[in-house]
């Protein structure tokens, strides 16, 4: 049962971190994300990865469409900027990867400003729309622009190499691809507790308040959308060293569709949200392809059902958490959270 | 107390704005000195609020002018208002429900804080020294000022109605403005909460400084706390001055249909009763 | 042949097309009009409306005359449970949320189509005939002549529908105020199961009037889309605006497809989309909505 803090220090009171428990639940955390790979399997690891990847993606999506209240169905060709700029300038420049994430963060949030133009003109589901028509015109671009995307072929990126050893196992990858993750994590946790991460807020539940209080809103609707693409630029980039290759297949409205749910599915506006949703997203095929393989002794031609299979429950998962739990998984957590600080006391 | 800004004068001059053929408001012009609590009266209907959207910024008038200590601000944007000093509450709580009283208050400091992008993401150095500066600030100035300790960790959707309108006004006052513009403060509020409401205002005034322009419709408040008051009607000034000029003026009075002095009107009607019997009617 | 009369033969297919978007756009515009709901997923069940008429026709063996209003039966029935069902409880919920949920949808309708009938593309049973068409010297294809027909037709019945039914106020109050509307004594549930129903029925009408052009493939969705743009050019709560616009893109498709390539097609519709979206976000025909202060 949890007793009240007392903090000495407002800095105290607003840290990320307020009780020991807290900093030793963390600890704990740390300790084991550093350990995991050693206990793992290959399997696993690749999981770990992906779950890494889609945790830094979602982050972004998050910020933009659960704090800002922008609805974005294009963090996947944001993600695809990401990667394509990682693979042209791995082919083209020998620039180290950390650089050549950074670069292709750059450039997705250069993408993401312009996609975020029209909420000049409109918002709500306007701009929803306005960002699948980007998406389109985007997927046009990686498959026709042949000479610096590989058009149709896409293309294929050399492994990362850090002091000079390449990065080709899930094990090298995970010690390189989670820390830069949960330093973006931080990185959001962190804007929220300023002003900026304020404003956005304040946009999403009433712009005209937020106006009247000085907050210029086109600037700041621009910054959410930079900030966003840029998080979907570096896992792209990111994705990119993963599975070595990019093509106009990688990135298209179905994985846009994919971030979203992550997204609502964890709950909306909210850091552990994001977490949480893109890891249960990021596991849910896993789970499916074991019932698939559970049931393929009885059922012809089971592998092929996997996909379509995937497809529904996608779906469904929007639409359950959308109707009967609109905060998401984080907001389940909190409850069993609330629950022990009581405990054994409750009522 | 903090440092206050330079309490400002607002002058209104000449203005007029059209709905389509509609005249909201028809070549207004009134003054509003600095340091004072001016109240803007008058019927619904009388362009109160539309004055109030001119004045904010939200409504750009056809003729006329909002002069700013002297400065021309007809054709403002609202944000760059909020940084020349100006602060608004709404008639309709504009509170963000997704966050606390405490982030809510802090927003109002917004346009006056310097944290960048980067130093946001970072946090620790100048992005938490500011915070910080920030939060002290606002406890010491605003959250014991209004009394809302208890609640400032709370979601400003849990609160009462008069704790909301509270709320909305630390916010406004956490804008360090130099004139605040208060739209029916006390709308819908019970005595204790409207007391309590008018009390706050006073305050403000007196250990604050700022200049105060509000709408109400609360008679009894407003002619309690204003130094003076405008009334309007059909989108013009009928009658302006201090409080008590204006209640007996029968120009306001036949406005609001006996918003006079009742022991004024009971002399009246028992003068009237005196005067039917000496000649000899029945009253 | 003549560049003249290839440029009137490509005109005449992209009107052909483009009043099939206009049916979509229709639907959309009817579940809008009444609920004030974007139904991200009718292009999907557009796709139902093709893939039953699959099952009705060619599983079943049924002939078309009893085929086309079951594959219409099941859009509508579709469109009447999901309201029922789903949307009607997300009512007070912001718009977007039931956007969402509405992207939801098209992503399990599409799983259902793939899991049933597997994703290779499909030939519908032909019921039009293959006598072709002229008018003038133009060679029109007999398919494309009749679906513009059929469309015509239908968006003429909603006009005028609109223009003298005393029901379409009773729409647009309700997508307006819906607690004003019942207290008119407008059956607001009604009037929701009835615009869902309706227009779900003719997305997959339209569903399979395409399908007996272009074939069936759980990616047919994606001609949703293009309604999409098409309602955004026109108004999102206009059926003349779905009518012009959607005669306009299938013309401009047309045009991109067969002169530029058709990978240019998507590009350049919605291209017009976000011109659109910055000039006049309502559309050419739709209404403001203005905020209130």
Redesign the interface.
């Known amino acids: 049962m949890r007793i009240a803090t007392a903090n000495e220090?407002?800095?105290a009171?607003?840290a990320l971190i307020r009780t020991r428990t807290q900093w030793a639940w963390t600890a704990v955390l740390a300790a084991g994300l550093a350990a995991a790979p050693f206990a793992l399997n290959n399997y696993w690891l690749y999981l770990a990865c992906l779950v890494a990847i889609n945790v830094a993606s979602a982050t972004g999506l998050n910020i933009l469409t659960g704090y800002t209240?922008l609805?974005s169905?294009g963090q996947g060709a944001f993600m695809a900027v990401g990667a394509y700029t990682v693979a042209w300038l791995d082919r083209n420049v020998g620039a180290p990867f950390l650089v050549n994430l950074f670069a292709g963060g750059l450039m997705a949030a250069a993408v993401g400003i312009l996609v975020g133009?029209?909420s000049?003109?409109?918002k709500?589901?306007?701009l929803?729309?306005?960002t699948?028509?980007?998406s389109?015109?985007l997927q046009?671009v990686f498959?026709?622009w042949t000479s610096v995307t590989g058009g149709s072929r896409g293309m294929n990126v050399a492994p990362a190499s850090l002091f000079g050893t390449p990065l080709t196992t899930y094990f090298q990858l995970y010690f390189v691809l989670v820390p830069i993750a949960a330093l973006m994590v931080l990185?959001a946790a962190?804007?929220f507790?300023?002003?900026?991460?304020?404003?956005f807020?304040?946009i999403?539940?009433?712009d005209?308040?937020?106006?009247?209080?000085?907050?210029?809103?086109l600037r700041y609707k621009l910054?959410s959308f930079a900030?966003s693409s840029f998080y979907a630029g570096v896992a792209g980039g990111m994705w990119a060293y993963f599975f070595r290759a990019v093509g106009p297949e990688s990135f298209t409205i179905v994985e846009s569709?994919f971030y979203?749910?992550a997204v609502?599915v964890g709950g909306m506006?909210s850091i552990l949200g994001g977490i949480i949703g893109a890891t249960f997203m990021t596991l849910v095929p896993e789970v499916l392809r074991f019932g698939v393989e559970a049931i393929s002794p009885y059922v012809d031609n089971a592998g092929?059902?996997l996909?379509?299979?995937?497809?529904?429950?996608?779906?469904?998962?929007?639409?359950l958490f959308?109707?009967f739990e609109?905060q998401g998984l984080a907001e389940i957590v909190q409850r069993v959270r609330r629950f022990f600080h009581l405990w054994p006391f409750r009522k | 107390m903090p440092d206050a800004m330079k309490p400002a004068r607002l002058d209104v001059e000449g203005l007029s704005l059209s709905f389509g053929g509609l005249r909201a408001i028809n070549d207004v012009t009134f003054s509003v000195e600095p340091g004072s609590i001016t109240a803007l009266i008058g019927p619904n209907g009388a362009g109160k609020t539309s004055m109030f959207n001119c004045i904010?910024g939200f409504y750009k008038p056809q003729r006329g002018a909002v002069r700013f200590d002297g400065e021309d601000v007809t054709r403002v944007?609202?944000?760059?208002r909020?940084?020349m000093g100006f602060a608004?509450t709404?008639q309709n709580i504009?509170?963000?429900?997704?966050?606390t009283v405490l982030?809510n208050i802090?927003?109002?400091?917004?346009?006056h804080?310097r944290?960048?992008?980067l130093?946001?993401?970072?946090?620790f150095g100048p992005?938490?020294r500011?915070?910080?500066e920030l939060?002290?600030e606002v406890?010491r100035d605003i959250i014991d000022f209004l009394e809302i300790n208890h609640i400032r960790h709370m979601p400003v959707a849990a609160l009462s109605y008069g704790l909301q309108k509270r709320v909305e006004l630390a916010?406004a006052l956490a804008?360090r403005p130099r004139i605040l513009l208060l739209d029916e403060p006390v709308a819908g509020m019970n005595r204790e909460e409207t007391e309590d409401m008018a009390r706050f205002i006073l305050d403000v005034k007196e250990e604050w400084g700022t200049t105060i322009l509000m709408v109400e419709h609360d008679m009894g408040m407003v002619m309690d706390i204003s130094d003076h008051v405008v009334v309007l009607n059909f989108g013009q000034v009928i009658a302006r001055g201090l409080p008590h000029e204006v209640q007996a003026d029968p120009q306001v009075v036949a406005a609001y249909l006996g918003s006079g002095d009742p022991a004024a009107l009971m002399k009246r009607l028992a003068a009237e009763a005196d005067a039917g019997a000496a000649t000899g009617g029945t009253a | 042949m003549s560049d003249l009369l290839f440029f009137v033969e490509v005109s005449l297919a992209g009107l052909g097309s483009g009043a099939l978007l206009s049916l979509t756009a229709l639907a959309f515009v009817l579940i809008y009009k009444a609920t004030r709901v974007?139904n991200l997923a009718v292009g999907e069940i557009l796709m139902m409306g093709g893939y039953f008429f699959l099952a009705f026709a060619a599983g079943w063996g049924l002939s078309p005359w009893l085929a086309i209003p079951a594959a219409i039966a099941g859009g509508a029935l579709i469109g009447a449970v999901v309201e029922r069902g789903?949307i009607r409880?997300?009512l007070g919920?912001s718009?977007?949320?039931v956007?969402?949920?509405t992207?939801?949808?098209?992503?399990?309708?599409?799983?259902?189509?793939?899991?049933v009938w597997?994703?290779d593309p499909r030939t519908l049973p032909d019921f039009m005939g293959t006598a072709p068409v002229f008018i003038g010297e133009a060679y029109v294809s007999r398919k494309i002549a009749i679906s513009f027909a059929v469309a015509g037709l239908v968006i003429a019945v909603f006009l005028a529908l609109f223009r003298f039914w005393r029901g379409g106020v009773a729409l647009r109050a309700t997508a307006t105020d819906q607690a004003a509307a019942y207290a008119c004594g407008i059956n607001v549930p009604g009037v929701f199961s009835l615009a869902w129903t309706i227009g779900c029925g003719t997305a997959a009408g339209a569903g399979v009037l395409l399908g007996s052009i272009g074939g069936i493939a759980p990616t047919m969705g994606a001609f949703g889309?293009s309604a999409?743009?098409v309602v955004?050019v026109g108004g999102l709560d206009s059926v003349a605006g779905a009518l012009v616009a959607g005669l306009a893109i299938g013309l401009v498709e047309a045009w991109t497809g067969t002169y530029l390539g058709g990978?240019?097609k998507?590009?350049f519709t919605?291209?017009i989309?976000?011109l659109m979206?910055?000039i006049r976000?309502y559309g050419l025909f739709g209404t403001k909505e203005i905020?209130r202060?």
């Open positions: 220090t407002y800095l009171d607003e209240g609805v169905l133009l029209p000049l003109r409109v709500g589901l306007y929803a729309i306005a699948i028509g980007a389109i015109i046009f498959l026709n990185g962190n804007l507790r300023t002003r900026i991460g304020r404003a807020i304040a999403r539940d009433r005209i308040s937020a106006e009247v209080l000085g907050i210029p809103l910054l900030v569709i979203l749910a609502i506006g092929t059902l996909s379509p299979v995937r497809t529904v429950v996608f779906g469904a998962l929007i639409i959308l109707v609109p | 904010s944007h609202p944000p760059a909020a940084r608004r709404f504009a509170l963000f429900r997704g966050m982030d802090k927003l109002g400091r917004h346009a804080m944290t960048n992008l130093q946001a993401l970072a946090f992005a938490a500011e915070e910080v939060r002290a406890e916010r804008m | 974007i789903i409880r997300m919920e718009p977007i949320s956007f969402m949920v992207v939801g949808l098209g992503s399990v309708l599409v799983g259902i189509v793939e899991l597997g994703t889309l999409l743009v955004i990978e240019y998507l590009v919605f291209g989309l976000i979206l910055m976000p905020e202060l």
